[in-house]
């Protein structure tokens, strides 16, 4: 039961650091998905990564190290905006995607429909400003 | 009504775990400020099922963890992905329904499926989502319809179009 200046148990501390250490990694994974990946629906997935993965266990290790006070409550807080807004940028990225033209990128030997993303994808035209 | 008031003590334990002050002025600055609000909100008719779903908030209790771990263990999985080499993607573009039966629960259900690395919901109409899936695994893991049923729970849509069908997003 090590406590350090402030007189907390250093225990947490580490809890902590080591939450946010992995959300950085995560963070950097989709990163390099984003980078990796072929186009623009399947860099979504690295993206996503990001604000789920990387924003989710970062915020959670700064809880953690905030310890039960007010600043845990208001990190909840964006921690929710987060998970309910970046679905809907996520969402706006693939409307917007689709009404201008692309085509989601489909290798063969799956059970896609690829005709029907392609007709969904061409119905947009008058949207593209 | 219910709902109004609802709104309005939400807004007040907003305000004050935001501003962590408990001084008389502020505290009627806030009373003011949440009536404002919540009457402008009444008025523009913005109160109800979808904008302050307040019927099965317990039931949504149990659904976050739930979703919290498939989120980790997506991202643990896609994470794999990304370092491969060669990356094993075989993107593809999949239809699934939504067995809730309220457009509600179809966001939610969408939302929740962005939400899981692996998944991205690129379109939603009258219950049936359209969803680009990153990898063989993660399309056949959508398809078994395991969120899907969760989300209906949640819901409450298996018994009926209960009372408004409210989730638990505010």
Redesign the interface.
């Known amino acids: 039961m090590d406590l350090d200046l402030a007189g907390n148990l250093v225990i947490w501390d580490m809890i902590g650091w080591a939450l946010m250490s992995a959300g950085a990694l995560?963070a950097a994974?989709?990163v390099?998905?984003i980078i990796?990946?072929?186009?623009v629906?399947?860099r979504?997935?690295?993206a996503?990564?990001v604000d789920?993965?990387g924003a989710?266990l970062i915020l959670l290790g700064l809880m953690v190290q905030a310890g039960p006070t007010?600043v845990t409550?208001?990190l909840i807080?964006i921690a929710a905006f987060i998970?309910?807004t970046?679905?809907?940028a996520?969402?706006a990225v693939?409307?917007a995607a689709?009404n201008g033209g692309v085509t989601?990128?489909?290798?063969k030997?799956?059970?896609?429909?690829?005709t029907?993303?392609r007709e969904?994808g061409g119905d947009g035209k008058s949207s593209t400003t | 009504m219910l709902r109004a008031f609802s709104l309005g003590f939400v807004l007040l334990v907003l305000w004050g775990l935001l501003s962590g002050l408990m001084e008389p002025f502020l505290m009627a600055l806030a009373v003011a400020s949440v009536l404002v609000v919540v009457l402008i909100s009444r008025r523009m008719d913005v109160i109800d099922h979808e904008g302050h779903p307040i019927q099965l908030g317990w039931r949504s209790i149990f659904y976050w963890p739930w979703l919290f771990w498939e989120i980790l263990k997506s991202n643990l999985l896609i994470a794999r992905v990304i370092l491969g080499q060669p990356m094993p993607i075989l993107p593809a573009v999949i239809k699934v329904k939504g067995s809730q039966k309220s457009e509600l629960g179809h966001v939610i259900y969408g939302n929740s499926i962005t939400l899981t690395p692996g998944t991205v919901t690129i379109g939603l109409e009258r219950g049936e989502l359209t969803v680009h899936a990153l990898t063989k695994g993660t399309a056949d893991d959508l398809k078994s319809g395991g969120m899907d049923r969760r989300v209906t729970a949640m819901m409450g849509d298996e018994k009926k179009y209960a009372a408004g069908a409210g989730g638990g997003e505010p």
């Open positions: 995560f994974i989709g390099i998905g990796r990946l072929p186009d629906f399947t979504m997935h690295g996503g990564m789920t993965g989710g007010l409550v208001k807080l998970f309910f970046s679905p809907a996520t969402h693939a409307r689709l989601p990128l489909v290798e030997g799956t059970d896609h429909k690829k029907k993303a969904k």
